[in-house]
């Protein structure tokens, strides 16, 4: 379904969900329904052209339309919903375009994030944390928790950017990486994608444990190019997410 159809064409989300969810009073509401709405995105619990009705979703999330109105405009702004006034606002289709600048934005940041790190002394304790994000990772891999590994992962990174105090990087990427992740949840079932990301990780730790940061820096590019090297063959896979 493109998005000139009517919203009635589709169900909205909300008149599909299964699970509750409990706001708290204590945070911002707008916050609450952003995260909820986002994590459902990029998780393609909520699918490239679905319809999001701000009057079931209100009913949902118990507030008013002004929280999830807000919550609408924070992710139109990072293009993950399409928002076609008084009219109607359906989940974006993912844009390749998008996905290769936020990729191309974070490659740049995190080759001189572990260039970084190789140079320095105390970098053990990078290592460790993030060598024990690698295990959680394998451990999920034997359970076959998909959702579990694709957290791990982000954890691993984010480790690399906070051991330099570059948190607030990483949540920039974060916020341009609605596209690409979605991209990723449709990559990781492939075969050998997930063997292929724990050795990447391997790679990337041992280049820092060995302080070589051209290793690292290496490692890093082959490990972020991964995914939109293939994105031909995801597409042609699930074309209806584009």
Same mark, same amino acid.
């Given at each position: ?37 986002r ?9 490239? @052209? =679905?319809? !999001? ?5 209100a009913?949902?999330?118990? /507030?008013?339309?002004?929280? #999830? *109105?807000? +919550?609408?405009?924070?992710?139109? @702004? =990072?293009? !993950? ?9 359906? /989940?974006?289709?993912?844009? #390749? *375009?998008? +996905? ?52 791990l ?58 302080g ?23 597409a ?7």
């Amino acid at each position: 379904m493109r998005a000139d159809e009517t919203e009635a064409a589709r169900p909205t989300a909300a008149a599909t969900l299964e699970r509750r969810f409990n706001l708290d009073r204590r945070r911002p509401a707008a916050l609450q329904v952003y995260e909820d709405l986002r994590d459902r995105i990029l998780t393609l619990d909520l699918q490239p @052209a =679905e319809s !999001l009705s701000r009057p079931a979703l209100a009913a949902y999330y118990t /507030v008013s339309q002004m929280p #999830v *109105r807000d +919550a609408f405009l924070k992710l139109e @702004a =990072e293009g !993950l919903v399409d928002v076609f006034p008084q009219s109607k606002t359906l /989940v974006a289709r993912i844009d #390749v *375009r998008q +996905a290769r600048e936020t990729q191309f934005l974070r490659t740049a940041l995190e080759l001189e994030i572990v260039s970084a790190i190789a140079g320095r002394g105390g970098r053990d304790a990078v290592v460790s944390r993030a060598r024990r994000l690698l295990e959680g990772q394998e451990r999920a891999r034997d359970e076959a928790d998909l959702a579990l590994f694709a957290d791990l992962d982000r954890q691993f990174h984010a480790t690399l950017y906070e051991a330099l105090d570059q948190g607030a990087l990483w949540d920039l990427v974060q916020a341009r990486s609605g596209h690409i992740d979605r991209l990723r949840k449709l990559d990781l079932p492939t075969p050998g994608k997930i063997a292929r990301v724990l050795d990447e990780h391997g790679a990337i730790l041992a280049a820092l444990e060995a302080g070589d940061g051209g290793a690292a820096t290496a490692a890093v590019r082959t490990h972020l190019s991964g995914t939109l090297a293939t994105v031909d063959r995801i597409a042609a896979a699930h074309p209806h997410y584009f």
